[in-house]
């Protein structure tokens, strides 16, 4: 990518671009209940985003790794009934748009598995301006580890400091931190404006129709300025 801008965007896509985290919310609580371990879905709600081993132990701290692993299959298994029903967040594919029209690396942070990664870039509908893909097969461990946001810019070629990240979730914003990148928090996961902000948010908006109404007033429009 020895052309490519010196800039990027990185975005997490469930509950960012795409309105899918209630969907994982309902997948799980009914994985939960055919190993017979039912959990409130408040309680998996609040850890959506984060990574999937690790939101197992904290769910199901006394739970046999073959609960686990027996939960996690029938997690997938609901979560595809989902799919195809999934749509897109208000201003999705548009925001997407406009910051490569501004010059910048549209990257796709997400830790996805790759077959649902799949169904996602196809409800996007936008390979004319991503530039870069992770996916959870690039990674041992996802969110809030920074591991991906690492590996996102990495194959950007784009330092921390020229970067800005886009998620729903206090994991996304945490990880961005980690790593050195101001994070946008969007509402359309589900989590609170106050929340966001506490977790370290550069600037929080209702969802992604909001950020490109301000895109060029916020963190994205003061990428690469002197």
């Known amino acids: 990518m020895a052309d490519a801008p010196s800039t990027a965007v990185l975005f997490d896509i469930d509950g960012t671009l795409v309105d ?9 609580w009914r994985a939960f209940r055919v190993i017979d371990a039912p959990v409130d879905a408040w309680r998996i709600h609040r850890l959506i985003g984060m990574d999937g081993a690790r939101l197992l132990e904290e769910l199901l701290p006394d739970a046999s790794d073959e609960d686990r692993d027996t939960a996690k299959q029938y997690q997938s298994a609901y979560f595809a009934e989902h ?15 406009a910051v490569s029209s501004r010059g910048h690396q549209v990257v796709l942070a997400t830790s996805a598995p790759p077959n649902e990664l799949g169904r996602l870039r196809e409800l996007l509908d936008a390979e004319q301006w991503i530039d870069v893909v992770t996916s959870g097969a690039d990674v041992e461990q996802a969110k809030p580890a920074p591991d991906i946001v690492q590996v996102a810019l990495e194959r950007s070629g784009v330092d921390p400091s020229d970067a800005v990240m886009i998620g729903d979730a206090m994991w996304d914003v945490e990880t961005a931190g980690k790593v050195g990148v101001p994070c946008i928090a969007v509402m359309t996961g589900g989590v609170g404006g106050d929340e966001l902000r ?3 948010a550069a600037a929080v908006y209702d969802d992604a129709a909001a950020v490109l109404a301000a895109i060029d007033d916020g963190p994205i429009g003061a990428l690469g300025r002197a």
């Open 20 to 28: 899918s985290n209630y969907a994982h919310v309902d997948a799980w």
């Open 83 to 97: 799919m195809p029903r999934l749509r897109l967040l208000p201003g999705a594919r548009e925001l997407l748009q």
């Open 198 to 200: 506490g977790a370290g």
